[in-house]
Nanobody, 123 residues
């Protein structure tokens, strides 16, 4: 069974930094696009950053210049370095990945989500 799990969230003061990690595991044949989303209380889930298999990246305007997405294909991991954090960055951060599985019960390409990691920025 394919799983995606995030880690690295926490409580940090404004201006601080965190490094979020996400690892995919299970019956994985390949991983295509990987993304970070975030969802603040009472708000919709928004796309923060995306990275293709070849390393091409894109960012939401609100995080450009502060957040950096990267990935390690061999480790099946994606990272989000978040710098110069602001209170408005407070949210649950979710990892999303397009994964092709060879499992008989999950065979083919699907989009998988992690459970999320909380980032809280105090002013």
């Amino acid at each position: 069974q394919v799983r995606v799990a995030e880690s690295g969230g926490g409580l940090v003061q404004a201006g601080g930094s965190l490094r979020l990690s996400c690892v995919a595991s299970g019956s994985i044949l390949s991983i295509n696009g990987m993304r970070w989303y975030r969802q603040a209380p009472g708000a919709q889930r928004d796309l923060v950053a995306t990275i293709g298999r070849g390393g091409d990246t894109a960012y939401a305007d609100s995080v450009k210049g502060r957040f950096t997405i990267s990935r390690d294909n061999a480790k099946k991991q994606v990272y989000l370095q978040v710098n110069s954090l602001k209170p408005e960055d407070t949210a649950v951060y979710y990892c999303n990945a397009d994964i092709t599985s060879y499992s008989s019960t999950e065979y083919g390409l699907r989009s998988y989500w992690g459970q999320g990691t909380q980032v809280t920025v105090s002013s």
